[in-house]
């Protein structure tokens, strides 16, 4: 009974919650969909849109009714990933196709770093036009290496590539690069053969912004030394492709990565500082002060420029989320009202998910919200008595209040983004907490402030001094990262957690912040077991390679693979998800190569006359099979890995288990398949596109 009573009383308490959990509900709607095997007949999208809009005939504060209007929203989030999935219709690349030549306009340049500190241009193209028969991409992106001629969006150009498919996962249930790409809607990549050559150019607003976008990219590369006008462009125009690898690793390993993205933090900077200045300004002219309303007037004036800076930011996920909160908050002044923060993030988070349902999967998503949902209960938790402890006290407890709070949010926004970096990126880094206390109020208090005035006021002429604070500023943000980087223990890898502990953990999360009653804390059950299982996972020992270059045997901490030249990507990935300490080569000769795991040998033959036949082994052939071999425990070959894409081999003394990633994959949209020669398009049809 007692039970009950503590149930039921904590349901009617949060009665005015429930409205928050609509967007989880939201969520697990299209986690469904996502988590298919074949895609759903569009009929079904149609359906559940009928069925959420009978589902909203019952909303009612009680409980069966809030059930069945659960239901709804989690139907209708499946149907609006189906339709999106359905309306964008990327045309995906299958094979590789030889080199042509092919006409498109360039939408997006980036410069990215080469070894020698030198840039190459990356070009994103569409409507694209060839004289073959193949069916092209709506989409595809060209890496143009070489000094080459500056190539400006809105430009139509001609050049000679050789395009190829977007990648499978490097293993199965791993990070999906096609699916990033079809939601993208990119369909290939490639390389150029010859130097492009502008054919005319297309003049329109998103061009031209595009183009904005790019010269003031170019202009922070050009005035500031590497790799401070990288950092600075990446702050500004969010274009961080120019930033080098090790400055990037520095930043992730001190767990600052945040920073290098346009994030809620850096729309809120601006925000906070457009408002103070302009109402203030409002102030110190009498006639408008006393004729309007100053603070109206500066949080119209705040909508309007954190809505510049989010287009000149190129509209990532965190700034969305911060520019929707923002305007809500702005909005609650110009009608006095006062915002509900978490609902205001429960409405950017419904927003978001409605409009672009696969940003759900994406880290820039989740790392977001679960940031500032977590702040958002420990301030709602601590600010009555955080507060009444402040009015009996003086100065001296307002400073420790000050203090504590930034020791207490950055503790609270990494340990509700950890469970995510480690699921996402395997790692985490114990000094985070302490490079975020001297990194977030340098970036607040300084960089932000001095990136905005650099960028008004240097069009007049004045923008030296600004410019001097902001390249200085920057430095020591890169010292910040390099100096905890190079701490022991500032990136401690983590072998990938099941999903079902990823699971139990976010749910945990989720009930201990979205509610207020005592019974919030019967989330810290899942969460605790989470924790637990996280540290279970069932880790394979034989990695294939999808592309039939690299062989990876997982054991006692090590990754062995079959060749240090080919697939370096692949092997770091690898490496990453298992946690492996070190990556080593296998012993190889004449062509093949070989490793000993659990008493079975695991040969690893990349010729074709040299293809050995082993009883009770595990052979794997990167070439086409020249013979067969019953007596060995498992052959793969050249055709196998063709079809099925990557291999993954769990081994035990009883059974071989054995994941294919495109079985894992399913059949979406999105997934790669394998296409014979004799039914793909022939030179008899050809038609200029």
Known sequence: MNIKKF?????????????????????????????????????????????????????????????????GFIIFGFSVALFRSNLLGTEM?????????????????????????????????TSLKANTAEKLPQKVRI???????????????RLRAKLMPIADPGLPQGFDFRRQAYFNGLGATGFALSPPEMLREIFGWQSHLAKKREEITAYFLKIMP????????????????????????DFINSGLAHILAISGLHLTIIAGVVFAVFRRGVALIPPLCLAFNSKKLAAVATIFMTFLYLILSGFGIPAQRAFIMITVVMGAILLDRTALSMRTVALAAFIILLFMPESLLGPSFQLSFAAVVALIAGYETWRNPLSSWMVRGGMLRKKIAYCGGLIFTSLLATLATLPFTIYLFHRFSVHAILANLAAVPLTSLVIMPSALLTCLLTPFGLGDFPL????????????????????????????????SAFILTVFGGLWLCLWQQPWRRLGFG??????????????????????????????????????????????????????????????????????????????????????????EAILIRLEPSERGCPEAHLVVDWYDIWKAGGYALWLTEKSLRIEKVRESQGTRPWTGRAIRRRDRPSQSDLTFK
């Open 7 to 71: 149930i039921s009383s904590s349901f009617y308490g949060d009665l005015h919650r429930w409205p928050l959990w609509i967007p989880v509900f939201f969520g697990c709607g299209i986690s469904v969909y996502f988590s298919l095997y074949e895609e759903p007949s569009l009929w079904w999208a149609y359906g559940g849109v009928v069925i959420f809009l009978l589902s909203l005939t019952f909303i009612r504060l009680q409980f069966f009714k809030i059930l069945f209007l659960a239901m």
């Open 93 to 125: 690349l299958h094979y590789s196709l030889p080199p042509l030549i092919f006409e498109g306009e360039v939408v997006q340049v980036e410069l990215k770093p080469t070894k020698t500190g030198n840039f190459y241009q990356r070009l994103l193209l």
């Open 143 to 157: 890496s143009l290496k070489g000094k080459r001629e500056r190539v400006w969006p809105g430009q139509v150009i």
């Open 226 to 249: 590497p790799p401070l006008g990288a950092i600075a462009a990446a702050l500004i125009t969010g274009d961080k492709a120019a930033i080098p690898e090790k400055v990037r690793e």
């Open 468 to 499: 001097w604070v902001f390249e200085n500023s920057l430095s020591l943000l890169i010292h910040i990262a390099e100096t905890v980087s190079s701490w022991p223990g500032s990136h401690i890898l983590v072998a990938h957690p099941p999903m």
């Open 526 to 615: 899942p969460l605790t077991l989470g924790c637990v299982l996280g540290f279970q996972g069932d880790l394979p020992q034989v990695l294939i390679d999808g592309q039939g270059k690299l062989v990876g045997v997982y054991e006692g901490n090590t990754l062995y693979v079959s060749s240090s030249r080919k697939g370096k990507f692949t092997a770091e990935t690898w490496k990453k998800y298992l946690a492996a300490k070190e990556t080593k080569p296998m012993a190889c000769e004449e062509g093949a190569c070989q490793a000993v795991l659990q008493g079975i040998p695991v040969i690893v033959s990349s010729e074709k006359k040299r293809q050995p036949c082993v009883k």
